[in-house]
């Protein structure tokens, strides 16, 4: 349903109310500093350096104690569990935003862009704080996902004495879903419309490749300065910066690195468990695709797989790949 002028109007004046006020009350960290968070985060990253978990090797750094991350800088604030509650703090101003674009249609929300500063190294038993405050709400843009809004927020860092330590912005885009993925739609005949998957977002960079999967061919990206292979399909080699490139067409045989198996939340148009697998092609390149053909506890790492592409609908085709059975264990 399109909006009249007038009602963007309208939504545009209410959203200008917003900018330049504070998201919220003060974010106060839950716990201070601690080694126990900081291992749980260097683990999950695989970050094995030792001035942020050993106090020894710490203590003959530059820092002379043990640091935090610098980039653990929000998960400080974090509220946890609390965050999915879908109960608003008093004041919550964000939420109340979000919740004033969710009622005019604009129910997708993505994150698009964040940067971070920081001032000084955290230490352990510190406690930190974070401001937010709605920067800017940009006017109604056309986007691959959709029509939306851009929304700016910078949260100050500050620690115990109210010294700042680091700051971050963050913009998200609402916006109003091109092909809403819900249940209840209803064709013009009034019959309820199967819910089909997301469209993928096609653009200049990668429409070539969606293209192939339409023929029947996955396509893999080379560079033809280097000959490096590269996946998703963008403008520049990582390797050597050339924008010169042309595609190979994969054979379609690969092996699982790693996989997930999503059980919530359900997207409808998907049918769960769903096994997400990163598949690593012969060729020497990955992709992201779903590993159909299989029972979920059945999936390993190095499992030989095989591509099949198929229709999901009579609009999109989709890579798939099952257990390679013409392929030794
Ligand atoms: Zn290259």
Known sequence: MAATPSDREQLETRLKG??????????IARDVVEAATIRHWCDALGDRNPIYTDPVAAAASVHGRVVAPPTMLQAWVLPGIEMASGVARPGDKQRELHALLDRHGYTGVVATNCQQGYDRYLHLGERV????????????????????YFIDTRTTFRDDDGERVGWMTFRVLKFKPATPPVASERDAAGAPVEPRRLRPALGHDNAWWWEGIRRGELLIQRCKSCGHL?????????????LEWDALSSKGHGSVYSFVVMHHPQV???EYPLIVALVELDEGTRLIANLTGIEPRAVRIGLRVALAIEAVDPELSLPFFHPDTTAPG
């Open 129 to 148: 704080t974070g401001t937010t405050v709605i920067e800017s709400i940009s006017g109604e843009k056309a986007t691959a996902l959709g029509i939306g």
């Open 268 to 270: 409808p148009g998907y």
């Open 18 to 27: 917003f900018a330049g006020i504070a998201a919220g009350p003060p974010e």
């Open 230 to 242: 590269r996946h998703p399909p963008r403008p520049m080699c990582g390797e050597c910066r050339s």
